[in-house]
């Protein structure tokens, strides 16, 4: 079954992107689909979401975060 067949799809508010093959790389972090900054680990997502009054109390529960090429221990490219 694919997203588009999937009877309930999770829209999280905080999207966390793939790593960007800079130096040193980052994640591109949005918040109700608005960019709010670049993450190099875990705790900055964790900082931009209390930011916002969201409270993350399980980084890999779906209907919290979206985590987009990779999870939350991909901070590098392969």
Request: aromatic share 8%; net charge negative; no cysteine.
């Amino acid at each position: 079954m694919t997203e588009s067949e999937s009877p309930y799809i999770a829209h999280p508010r905080i999207l966390v992107l793939g790593v960007q093959p800079t130096t040193p790389p980052f994640r591109i972090v949005e918040i109700d689909g608005q960019v709010v900054g670049e993450a190099r680990a875990v705790t900055d997502v964790l900082e931009a979401a209390a930011a916002f009054g969201i409270t993350v109390h399980d980084l890999d529960d779906p209907d919290v975060v979206r985590w987009v090429g990779g999870d939350k221990f991909t901070w590098t490219r392969h």
